[in-house]
């Protein structure tokens, strides 16, 4: 219904859209507080790059955070990445993730980047002391925030907006008539526009989601994705769409599809229940982290790599290299 609702599909926009002018009004103050230095951004002491969006969920920002991560490394930088840690709660922030990091206590994104990138990763609800704290343990030159477009505590140095090629701004209006956090007219200011799954508008960078084979949660074992038969698809990430969307594009017809809520907390009784007798149970890498505790058998994860075009991608790091190059400390 929410997918109607924000599309315009649905009439009932209309009526939450006193809701919607309140929470525009808010983030417009916000923002020119800072902007007038009514309230200061915290500066760090190296670039900061924050990977964010203008809509709620779904835009694919954590697979361009990985791509990223590991694009920067390759160039011999030494990135690391701050988050919020949404979904998670942590006895203390900051929170500095290592190889026994849960997703209770810092959220299933932060754990997937850690994971797949080996980057230094910290989540505090208040960026600028996550941070400090990976400033703190010294070889770092260049900060990489998972969202936090709208966090203005925290000044920034280049911003990229991921949109939903598909998608884009359905409506157009504020939360919660419609998906905005900002309008569009924001993308104006920003650095970088990286457009996921759709036809690139001017000045877009397209971008589309590559599906590794299929990994075994008990054994890691790699299959390709059309050797698992009878699958059952689940999903829990801001558009459970994409993930089914996907494996149909790739020669799979899932028995069953069922979507979850994005963030949503796993129990080993209810994901056991999706299958029954040699039914094959896949979802996403990021439901991944948060089952393989307690996973089955018969349980596989398709792990997703965001793909630029070449020369485009190399334009985007150079500029993002420019940034260290040009820092204070070097």
Not at 47 to 55: D, K
Not at 242 to 258: D, I
Request: proline fraction near 7%; charged fraction near 20%; aromatic fraction near 8%.
């Amino acid at each position: 219904m929410i997918e109607r609702i924000w599309s315009g599909e649905c009439w009932l926009w209309r009526l939450l859209l006193p809701l919607s002018w309140l929470y525009g009004l808010v983030s417009w103050l916000i923002r020119l507080s800072y902007r007038l230095g009514w309230r200061k951004a915290w500066r760090a002491s190296v670039p900061v790059v924050v990977v964010g969006n203008l809509t709620a969920g779904g835009n694919g920002k954590t697979p361009v955070v990985i791509w990223l991560v590991q694009a920067l490394h390759q160039r011999g930088l030494r990135p690391a990445v701050v988050s919020r840690g949404y979904g998670g709660k942590a006895q203390a922030y900051p929170l500095m993730l290592d190889r026994r990091t849960t997703p209770a206590e810092a959220g299933d994104e932060p754990v997937l980047i850690h994971q797949r990138t080996g980057a230094p990763v910290a989540v505090s609800p208040r960026r600028k002391e996550a941070v400090a704290a990976l400033l703190a343990q010294g070889d770092i030159d260049i900060i990489i925030t998972d969202d936090g477009l709208q966090h203005y505590a925290l000044a920034r140095d280049f911003e990229i907006v991921v949109i939903d090629g598909q998608r884009r701004f359905g409506n157009g209006w504020w939360l919660p008539a419609g998906p905005m956090r900002e309008r569009a007219s924001r993308l104006k200011s920003v650095d970088a526009l990286i457009n996921n799954g759709g036809s690139a508008q001017a000045g877009e960078i397209p971008m589309r989601l590559v599906p590794g084979q299929a990994i075994n949660l008990q054994t890691r074992q790699a299959q390709p994705l059309n050797a698992i038969a009878e699958v059952v698809a689940m999903a829990g990430i801001g558009h459970p769409p994409r993930f089914f969307s996907t494996l149909r594009q790739h020669g799979l017809a899932p028995v069953k599809e069922v979507p979850f809520a994005d963030h949503q907390d796993y129990s080993e009784a209810q994901l056991k229940a999706l299958t029954t007798g040699s039914q094959q149970l896949l979802m996403t890498e990021k439901d991944a982290v948060k089952a393989s505790r307690f996973a089955a058998a018969n349980w596989w994860y398709l792990p997703v790599d965001a793909e630029l075009p070449p020369e485009q991608a190399s334009a985007l790091l150079d500029r993002i290299a420019a940034l260290r190059d040009n820092s204070p400390l070097n």
